[in-house]
């Protein structure tokens, strides 16, 4: 949009060549803007083809927080977006011991958000909608009531075994369908809400029951789960759908930063 193209010509002045640097740049300005517009985190998401190198992980994520620290926007505001990969949760793990807060993405499973509490991260984003899409094919019908939505179901569950266990992590529920999923999951953390949604519920004069509850989540029905590598990866490997799902999403995520990398290249 021509409204943001300065932010691209100054990250392109500013990385003199660089095209790393200036891709690191161009999400640290758009950043850096939102959080003058927003209380609160910014999330800002580390190259998805890094996805399954712990290392490169953590290196990208500490440039970034450079970045926003010679913007005058403090490592406090910002979250570091990375798919939640057994690589990318044990980077996430290095950073939070830094002070440097992580948003663990494209959640589809129990067993990437055990690894994830278990390691102190700040704040998971499980993916209701996708989970709904994913089931909705694969059973050939056209939806599910909204207390049976799969989607619903998962952060329930991910809800009430952190509360449950006295983890700390911050549960954001994101990729909504529809209103119903949103109001099966008040009470939740956080919720990520779509704008057209947000105006749908706005609008609506039907009352708001509170279906999550930290104080029921420790009656659960639920058994701890010890997690290391091989179980983790195995866990995974035994949901198809959370397979498919995370590996799609990190496709999904590196092409569009190969589309923005192609409108830099243009302008370096």
Same mark, same amino acid.
């Given at each position: 949009?021509?409204?943001?193209?300065?932010l691209?010509?100054?990250?392109v002045?500013?990385?003199?060549?660089d095209?790393?640097?200036?891709?690191?740049?161009v999400a640290?300005n758009?950043?850096?803007?939102?959080?003058?517009i927003?209380?609160?985190?910014?999330?800002?998401?580390?190259?998805a083809?890094l996805?399954?190198?712990?290392?490169?992980?953590i290196?990208?994520?500490r440039k970034?927080?450079?970045?926003?620290?010679?913007?005058?926007?403090?490592?406090?505001?910002?979250?570091?977006k990375?798919?939640a990969?057994?690589?990318? &949760?044990q980077? %996430?793990?290095?950073? +939070?011991?830094?002070?440097? /807060?992580?948003?663990? $993405?494209?959640?589809?499973?129990? *067993?990437?958000?055990?690894?994830?509490?278990?390691?102190g991260?700040?704040?998971?984003?499980?993916?209701?909608g996708r989970i709904?899409?994913?089931?909705?094919?694969?059973s050939?019908?056209d939806g599910?009531k909204?207390e049976?939505?799969?989607?619903?179901i998962?952060?329930t569950?991910?809800?009430?075994?952190?509360k449950?266990?006295?983890?700390n992590?911050?549960?954001?529920?994101a990729?909504f369908r529809n209103?119903?999923?949103?109001l099966?999951?008040?009470g939740c953390?956080?919720?990520? &809400?779509?704008? %057209?949604?947000l105006? +749908?519920?706005?609008?609506? /004069?039907?009352?708001? $029951?509170k279906?999550?509850?930290? *104080?029921?989540a420790?009656s659960?029905?639920?058994q701890?789960i010890d997690?290391d590598?091989?179980?983790?990866r195995?866990?995974l490997n035994e949901d198809?759908?959370?397979?498919?799902k995370l590996a799609?999403?990190i496709?999904?995520?590196?092409?569009?930063i190969?589309?923005?990398?192609?409108?830099v290249?243009?302008?370096m």
């Open positions: 949009m021509p409204e943001y193209e300065k691209i010509d100054d990250a002045a500013y990385a003199k060549g095209l790393a640097l200036a891709m690191d740049k640290v758009f950043g850096t803007e939102i959080s003058k927003v209380p609160g985190y910014v999330s800002t998401e580390v190259d083809r996805s399954f190198d712990t290392e490169a992980t290196s990208k994520a970034i927080i450079e970045l926003y620290k010679e913007a005058g926007v403090d490592k406090s505001r910002i979250l570091i990375i798919a990969t057994w690589e990318g &949760i980077a %996430a793990q290095v950073l +939070e011991k830094e002070g440097i /807060t992580c948003n663990l $993405t494209l959640i589809f499973s129990l *067993a990437q958000a055990v690894a994830c509490a278990e390691g991260i700040t704040l998971v984003s499980p993916f209701v709904m899409d994913w089931h909705k094919k694969e050939g019908v599910f909204p049976e939505d799969p989607g619903v998962s952060v569950q991910i809800y009430n075994y952190y449950k266990f006295g983890y992590t911050i549960v954001m529920g990729s209103a119903d999923e949103i099966m999951l008040a953390d956080r919720l990520t &809400i779509s704008p %057209a949604l105006d +749908e519920l706005v609008a609506s /004069t039907e009352p708001v $029951t279906r999550l509850d930290a *104080a029921e420790a659960a029905d639920m701890k997690i590598e091989k179980s983790f195995w866990m198809p759908m959370a397979t498919e799609e999403g496709r999904n995520f590196a092409a569009d190969v589309h923005l990398e192609n409108i290249k243009k302008k």
